[in-house]
């Protein structure tokens, strides 16, 4: 495929914005965060699925810009509660949102539970305009714990012990996290969709 000539990522996270510039560096000649691309909006997410939510974002952002939009939506699914928090997952413990009362929150619901298990997942949505949308699905499968471990991160990183790591998301290092995150997986799967797209 054509190297895209602007890509604006719907986000002002610098983690991730960061994540996605280096992934997708041969995708685009110029990757641009939102307020790097002059953006104000919040975009409210209404989507009752991961994908619906990244898709909400980039047809937004592309209809603000006109400019190529990349999104994504992600969050923590435990097996013992049924999916949750799933898209509520940096809303868990409600508003305003607070990591350590997500986490909290999450250690109490799991008390006495012998299934741990749990996985992130994260989609991405790519649009382009009209009937051009390209969507990509990353995941990592881990347990909670039941007390943090680590410093590194946000989120649920010091509670979700990743198997490939045999560690905390919270004890990993950046480029440890991202060998095996479901973000980086997710933008590893477009950007093949991407090269392979006349």
Do not use: W
Request: hydrophobic share 40%; with cysteine; glycine share 8%.
């Amino acid at each position: 495929m054509q190297k895209l000539k602007k890509l604006i990522i719907a986000s002002n996270n610098s983690a991730k914005v960061k994540e996605i510039k280096t992934l997708l560096a041969n995708c685009a000649e110029q990757i641009l965060s939102l307020s790097e691309a002059g953006v104000q909006a919040e975009i409210e997410e209404i989507g009752l699925t991961f994908e619906e939510n990244a898709i909400i974002k980039a047809k937004a952002v592309y209809a603000l810009t006109g400019v190529p939009a990349i999104a994504d939506d992600s969050g923590l699914e435990v097996s013992a509660l049924q999916g949750a928090p799933g898209i509520y997952s940096a809303r868990f413990a409600g508003e305003p949102t607070c990591d350590k009362r997500n986490n909290d929150l999450l250690i109490s619901r799991l008390k006495g539970q012998k299934d741990r298990a749990a996985r992130f997942v994260c989609v991405l949505a790519l649009y382009m305009g009209e009937g051009n949308l390209i969507c990509a699905t990353g995941e990592c499968k881990g347990k909670i714990l039941h007390s943090v471990k680590g410093q590194n991160g946000f989120g649920y990183d010091p509670l979700f012990f990743s198997l490939e790591l045999q560690k905390t998301f919270g004890q990993a290092q950046p480029n440890e996290k991202n060998m095996v995150s479901h973000r980086a997986r997710a933008l590893t799967k477009l950007a093949e969709i991407l090269s392979q797209k006349e």
